[in-house]
Nanobody, 115 residues
Framework: EIHLVESGGGLVQPGGSLRLSCAASEFSFSSFPMDWVRQAPGKGLGWVSRITSDGGETHYPNSVKGRFTVSRDNAKNTLYLQMNSLKPDDAAVYYC????????RGQGTQVTVSS
């Protein structure tokens, strides 16, 4: 069974930064592309980033492009999301997930952006 554990969330002021981590286990992490997705209160899951299995390509929606950077360390089975210039609209619970199945995700990590 795929196991994903997100961490690194917290409270940050607008314009601040956070680095999220996702520890993966029980599957061949290095063989799969990975997504970060988020869910704000009262909204559905929204796509935040994608990275290929080898980390060679990354993709972002316009809403976070230039501010967020996804990376991975396949030796550590860990996915990262560096978030800079955070805005109140970025506040959400953030999850890592397989692109083919967002329902398989961890418990998430809460990001709050507020002054």
């Amino acid at each position: 069974e795929i196991h994903l554990v997100e961490s690194g969330g917290g409270l940050v002021q607008p314009g601040g930064s956070l680095r999220l981590s996702c520890a993966a286990s029980e599957f061949s992490f290095s063989s799969f592309p990975m997504d970060w997705v988020r869910q704000a209160p009262g909204k559905g899951l929204g796509w935040v980033s994608r990275i290929t299995s080898d980390g060679g390509e990354t993709h972002y929606p316009n809403s976070v492009k230039g501010r967020f950077t996804v990376s991975r360390d396949n030796a550590k089975n860990t996915l990262y999301l560096q978030m800079n210039s955070l805005k109140p609209d970025d506040a959400a619970v953030y999850y890592c997930a397989l692109p083919t199945n967002w329902e398989t995700r961890g418990q998430g990590t809460q990001v709050t952006v507020s002054s």
